[in-house]
């Protein structure tokens, strides 16, 4: 699970209790003008096809780290599928963030107020 906080024109998303261990990652800062689109989870992916460096990957437990696909570099934290947003970013590492939140709608609402 991942918290979303906004600070001094940023995002913070910090990976929460063991995630950080099975993510290989504690902590992600973005721009708020480097935020392209955030959506729910629609597809319901709780899985990534590509190449997993570093990152965890326990099927039907926990999809969570850095991994390569076809349409770029992802970050994924993911236990549950219905409670992740995606977040499609530009000039930055990763293309694209999928990550599991408490609350998706507030979530979605925080990242989208720019």
Request: proline letters at 4%; one cysteine or more; aromatic letters at 10%.
């Amino acid at each position: 699970m991942v918290t979303v906080k906004k600070e001094q024109g940023n995002f913070v998303f910090e990976v929460q209790g063991l995630h950080k261990l099975w993510a290989f990652k504690s902590q992600i800062t973005i721009p708020v003008e480097h935020i392209s689109k955030v959506y729910p989870n629609e597809e319901n992916m709780n899985w990534i096809w590509g190449l997993r460096l570093p990152g965890t990957n326990i099927p039907g437990l926990i999809t969570a780290g850095t991994y390569f696909v076809k349409d770029g570099i992802i970050f994924c934290d993911i236990s549950d599928s219905k409670k992740c947003v995606v977040i499609e970013l530009h000039d930055e590492h990763y293309n694209k963030l999928i990550i599991e939140v408490e609350d998706l709608k507030s979530t979605i609402d925080l990242l989208m107020k720019k």
